[in-house]
Each structure stands twice: as structure tokens, then as C-alpha cells.
């Protein structure tokens, strides 16, 4: 499953710890998603697809290859 | 049940909790070193307990854990390693039982309690977290027997 997180947030200038406060998650959550390593229950999936003010199928794509490998 | 006590100090107050109740079991024993045995206990439960507090502050996944802080991948990480220690605990029981009813040792039975304990501990969990809580299945009733476009 490939994400745009990574790509969104840098687009804003974002840190991981900030996104991770706005998402009310740890920054450590944040890396793991963003690395593919770790793939968002549906809440925080929507949480992450509203803060970059995506639809949440734009911001996961089921038939990417996954983040970071 | 906890959510009084303040997150970072959750773990620390079971670990003090769990302390005094060992502690107090050792007063009860009695005996002739059981002040030296209190002792000890007490001083590694707080000694636990401010590791834990301590911990808590940090910022990595375990330390979350250890300050009740934890986030839903968190939680999981815990959950699976929970999942693991469950299934090495079952595994280690299964094998003592094994053993000592091989060798005809009269020390089969706590094995069989831990045993006993993991696989009840199982069914209550898939009672708790909703086994039994499917219903029919929505084509059950006639309303609902129109052919499946997927059935060609």
C-alpha cells in the first residue's frame, strides 16, 4: 500500500512531530506510516486524509507499491 | 478503572500496588528474615516504579507504553508481543506438563494450572472481544432472495 503522506507533508513544510501532534499520534507512528511499515487504522486514515485535504483514496493507494521499499 | 491516576503515573502505582501486596505476603509468612525479604521487595518495586516513571518521560515506543501514553500502533506493538508472550507461556506449560507426566514427577500440576489458566484465559477473550456477537446473515430472510448479480 503506497501513501502520500510523506510527500504531503513535506509540500507543507511540515515536521513529523508536528503532524504527529496535529494527528494526535507519536512521531514514531508517523515514520512508520510514512515508511509503509505500518498501515493507519480507518480513523486515523481519514484524520491523516483531511489534514492534507485529500480524499482518502488519493492519500492510500491500494495498488502502489508500498513507501519506502 | 486507572483513568484517575494520570497517565505517566499508571504503571508506577500497579508496580507499587503489586509491591506492598508481595510485601505483605512475606509479613504474613513470617519467619526469621522476613523484615530482609519486605525489604528487598519494597526496594525493587520502587526502584521499578521509578524506572517506569522515568521511562515514561522518553521519547520512543516504549516509553509511551511505559507512560500509558501509547497511540493505536503502539498499543498494537503490545498487543502482539502480549500475543507472543500468551502463546510461549502456553507452549512452556504444554511442555512442563509433558515432561513431568513423563517421568512420573509429582510436580505436573502447575503446569497444568498455567495450562488451564492460558486456554481459559483464550475463550474468555473471544467471548469479551465478540465471537458471539454475529447475527444472521442479511439474506436470511425472504426479502432478501433476489439472485446475487455475482451468481451469474
Redesign the interface.
Known amino acids: 500500500m503506497r501513501n502520500r503522506v510523506r510527500e504531503q507533508r513535506t509540500q507543507r513544510g511540515l515536521s513529523q512531530a508536528e503532524v504527529a501532534a496535529a494527528l ?6 508517523v515514520i ?1 506510516i510514512e515508511n509503509g511499515r ?1 498501515l ?2 480507518l480513523p ?1 486514515a481519514f484524520r491523516i486524509a483531511r489534514l492534507f485535504g485529500m480524499p482518502v483514496e488519493k492519500m492510500f493507494d491500494p495498488d502502489g507499491e508500498e513507501a519506502g521499499r | 478503572m486507572m483513568s484517575f491516576i494520570r497517565p505517566r503515573w499508571r504503571k508506577p502505582a500497579w508496580t507499587v500496588f503489586a509491591g506492598a501486596a508481595f510485601a505483605a505476603a512475606w509479613v504474613i509468612r513470617g519467619g526469621r528474615d522476613w523484615w530482609l525479604w519486605v525489604s528487598l521487595v519494597a526496594i525493587a518495586a520502587a526502584g521499578r516504579a521509578f524506572a517506569f516513571y522515568a521511562w515514561g518521560g522518553e521519547d520512543d515506543d516504549l516509553a509511551a507504553l511505559a507512560g500509558s501514553r501509547a497511540d493505536e500502533r503502539q498499543r498494537l506493538l503490545s498487543l502482539r508481543s502480549r500475543a507472543l508472550a500468551f502463546n510461549v507461556t502456553a507452549l512452556a506449560a504444554f511442555t512442563g506438563l509433558t515432561v513431568a507426566v513423563a517421568i512420573r514427577a509429582g510436580w505436573w500440576w502447575p503446569f497444568a494450572v498455567v495450562l488451564g489458566v492460558t486456554g481459559l484465559g483464550y475463550l474468555c477473550g473471544l467471548l469479551a472481544y465478540g465471537i458471539a456477537e454475529e447475527g444472521p446473515a442479511d439474506d436470511a430472510s425472504p426479502q432478501h432472495q433476489a439472485p446475487s448479480p455475482l451468481s451469474g
Open positions: 494526535g499520534v507519536s512521531r514514531q507512528t512508520s505500518y493507519p487504522s486515523l
